[in-house]
């Protein structure tokens, strides 16, 4: 087996990063893709961030009936860290007793610097909880947008995913219909000591981690369907061969796609909900398409499909200059073309490709002076830029608003999964103290989900 049909197994990167902004790029027209050679940007350093304009945002005290003090002030720290986490807002904190009744007071919020203003109360209805939110703009004093939200239990799992809905409301009404990132999970395989590694998922604050039972002693590459509804993984058999399993979240149910007695690895969706993923075929990896047959054809191993958001697209990596380069190709089939910096005679490796599910951007790791860092790029090659420069940075998969990015993390501290807000460079850890690489972001996940 070769190096690069092994990459799904090595550790990815490392904590203490010196994280730098991504510009906002501009729309990818397909043509140039198969008659313009790529801008070479070479980037080697990384970028320097210069900081926009952020406005504030204030969180109210959540108001609250009889008996729903405590439920108030935990939806209300629910709240302001995710909104905090969108990197959209600065938020200003307030003191809890700073409570007020009736129409809020613009004249206040204003001196206090604020720019939105987030008002909320708890209350029941018969035995169901109802949580109001409200959004109001400070600046012209007035209400933008109001809803109504279900929450479950307190003691439910999905108590806190409902509150998030209702901070991704918030983040779209402020926005003018931008995705956020509460209301989503990240999987991710988790090492333990005695060797074997497990399915995690956890939601994008940190908050709730859990493991999906597999059935298997070594996890590979997990990957949310577009609805998020399903992962996709790949695992080893005793024999070991390698299958493809399937595990329906809501139902519990699991399902073989596929197996081998070589490699199958790296599964991803295409926007449809098909799932494609790389197998030896006699003796090279290449990517299939489930149904549809094989998508690759060269010579050297291909792997990590990552689909563009129309679906007539996919980046992959392969091997085609006796190293791995990230390429993009047409679905329907075509030359593929390399978008990753390739320099003779250097280690300059790029692997694991994933393509922004609302933004033409795609992200990738790649060596940068002997370790592997975190890259973006155009799909036809141009404006490549480095995000992180410290530690080994590997496995980034953007979240469903286009602008962050969890990646696996290594350095002298250990390992970490990392969120990076490539608008802000703002960046967090989301776990810590554990082996933990190749997450996978879901999409936004509604109710049931």
């Known amino acids: 087996m070769s190096l690069l049909s092994m990459r799904p197994e090595r550790h990815v990167a490392g904590v203490g990063l010196a994280l730098l902004a991504l510009a906002t790029p501009?729309?990818?027209?397909?043509?140039?893709?198969?008659?313009?050679?790529?801008?070479?940007?070479?980037?080697?350093?990384?970028?320097?961030?210069q900081p926009g304009?952020?406005?504030?945002?204030?969180?109210?005290?959540?108001?609250?009936?009889p008996g729903l003090g405590s439920l108030a002030g935990e939806i209300g720290g629910?709240?302001?860290?995710?909104?905090?986490?969108?990197?959209?807002?600065?938020?200003?904190?307030?003191?809890?007793?700073?409570?007020?009744?009736?129409?809020?007071n613009y004249e206040l919020w204003n001196r206090l610097g604020a720019v939105w203003l987030v008002t909320a109360d708890v209350s029941m209805s018969g035995s169901?909880?109802?949580?109001?939110?409200?959004?109001?703009?400070?600046?012209?004093?007035?209400?933008k947008n109001v809803q109504a939200f279900s929450l479950p239990d307190p003691s439910s799992s999905e108590f806190r995913m409902a509150v998030h809905r209702a901070s991704d409301a918030v983040v779209s009404w402020a926005t003018d219909g931008e995705p956020g990132i509460a209301a989503t999970r990240i999987a991710f395989r988790r090492k333990a000591n005695d060797g074997s590694s497990h399915l995690f998922v956890v939601d994008s604050d940190g908050e709730n981690p859990r493991q999906i039972e597999t059935g298997a002693f070594s996890v590979f590459s997990p990957a949310f369907s577009p609805d998020g509804s399903r992962i996709a993984y790949s695992v080893q058999v005793d024999d070991g061969g390698y299958a493809l399993l399937e595990t329906n979240l809501i139902t519990g149910?699991?399902?073989?796609?596929?197996?081998?007695?070589?490699?199958?690895?790296t599964p991803a969706y295409t926007p449809d909900g098909r799932l494609a993923y790389a197998e030896t075929a006699v003796t090279r990896?290449?990517?299939?398409?489930?149904?549809?047959?094989?998508?690759?054809?060269v010579q050297g191993d291909a792997l990590n499909p990552s689909f563009s958001p129309d679906g007539q697209w996919f980046a992959f990596e392969a091997?085609?200059?006796?190293?791995?380069?990230?390429?993009?190709?047409?679905?329907?089939?075509?030359?593929?073309?390399?978008?990753?910096?390739?320099?003779?005679?250097?280690?300059?490796?790029?692997?694991?490709?994933?393509?922004?599910?609302?933004?033409?951007?795609?992200?990738?790791?790649?060596?940068?002076?002997?370790?592997?860092?975190?890259?973006?790029?155009?799909?036809?090659?141009?404006?490549r830029r480095m995000l992180t420069t410290r530690g080994q940075?590997?496995?980034?998969?953007?979240?469903?608003?286009?602008?962050?990015?969890?990646?696996?993390?290594?350095?002298?501290?250990?390992?970490?999964?990392?969120?990076?807000?490539?608008?802000?460079?703002?960046?967090?850890?989301?776990?810590?103290?554990?082996?933990?690489?190749l997450p996978d972001w879901s999409p936004s996940l509604g109710p049931g989900s």
């Open 53 to 65: 304009y952020v406005p504030a945002l204030v969180v109210a005290p959540i108001q609250s009936g």
């Open 393 to 437: 940075n590997e496995a980034p998969s953007w979240g469903p608003d286009g602008r962050h990015l969890v990646f696996g993390s290594q350095d002298s501290s250990g390992y970490a999964l990392w969120i990076i807000d490539t608008v802000t460079g703002r960046a967090r850890t989301l776990t810590s103290a554990r082996v933990d690489h």
């Open 285 to 297: 990896v290449q990517v299939f398409l489930e149904g549809a047959g094989r998508l690759t054809s």
């Open 78 to 104: 629910i709240l302001r860290t995710d909104l905090d986490y969108s990197d959209r807002f600065d938020i200003v904190v307030v003191p809890d007793t700073m409570r007020s009744e009736g129409p809020p």
């Open 253 to 265: 149910r699991r399902r073989t796609v596929t197996s081998s007695a070589g490699l199958v690895q």
């Open 26 to 49: 501009g729309l990818w027209s397909p043509p140039q893709l198969a008659g313009q050679e790529p801008d070479p940007g070479n980037v080697r350093l990384g970028l320097e961030y």
């Open 128 to 143: 169901s909880r109802i949580l109001r939110v409200g959004l109001h703009d400070v600046v012209y004093g007035s209400l």
């Open 319 to 383: 091997d085609l200059t006796g190293e791995p380069q990230v390429y993009v190709q047409r679905v329907s089939g075509g030359s593929p073309r390399r978008i990753s910096l390739y320099v003779r005679g250097e280690r300059t490796n790029a692997v694991g490709p994933d393509w922004s599910p609302s933004r033409d951007r795609i992200a990738y790791s790649a060596f940068n002076s002997g370790v592997f860092q975190i890259f973006t790029v155009n799909p036809d090659g141009t404006d």
